[in-house]
């Protein structure tokens, strides 16, 4: 190291003490030191550290699985919707059960709130909710086809505890009104008419439409507007009701066999004219009997029928 000396004016050596060396050093290795430092720490924010990296990679590969896991569950959803319709329109609607409930296919609902304030949380819940709704489903529609599974197994013993004829041998009677909103020829107003109106000649043998129990024979509680009428438990959710009856061949209690004569064609009770008024009450509600005169009509006769029940008239009782 040299410093000039103005007295001599001459360049004079000078021995370099250990601050001045360690100040040039620290000129010279500083700003080299903090640029590497700032370009490593641009590079590590960008590109991240070997295990930043990793866990980036891992998230994108979770979220893919995520998506496609979710196309999976959309095509399992559409084959499941399809099982349960035909369960509740096909395979309850054979043996008469009641659809499955809605509320037995749907979940109460899980805790969620761990995945609350992530940056997948949306995706993550979606998905755990549509896996829990995919396994209720799928748990009820088990215990559905383990039913339908019982019920084939009895399908016999049901088909004859089935209301499957009409009450009053078909060439003895006449359709004269029909099931729905019917005009009352005593009350004067139009009501429903849970059933059908067959009329024919006094005395006419009314017969049981399937296999059951005699619940009501004679004048029932509750049914006066009926008159004399005998009801039967059919079992497997079905009941028939004869009503306007000119008397009762049954007593309450007795097993009848399908075409068992349970009473004769009468008009009592709010009724005019001699008829029978007959029901069929499915699962508690009363639904058209004509639906059940399957067994002994011809296509072309049933045809007949349904059209005539369809008619808007006055019903006769």
Known sequence: MYRFNPHTLSYERVEATWRDRLRRAVTTVLPGVVAGVGVAFAVGSWLGSPQERMLRADVRECHHALEVLNRDMDRAEKVLADIEERDST???????????????????GGD????????????????????EELEQRLYAQSLSLDEIHRMAGTKKERMAHMPAIMPISKVNCRMVSGYGMRYHPILHYRRMHTGVDLSAQPGTPVHATADGRVTTAGRGAGLGGYGVCVVVDHGYGFKTLYAHLQDVKVREGEKVKRGTVVGTVGRTGLSQGYHLHYEVIQNGQKVNPVYYFFNDLTPEEYDEVLEASYAENQCLS
């Open 112 to 131: 969620y709130s761990r995945w609350e304030g992530r940056a997948s949380s949306s995706l993550i819940v979606g998905t755990m909710q549509r896996v």
């Open 90 to 108: 096909v395979y309850r609607t054979i043996f008469g059960a009641k659809p499955v409930p809605e509320e037995r296919r749907r979940t109460t």
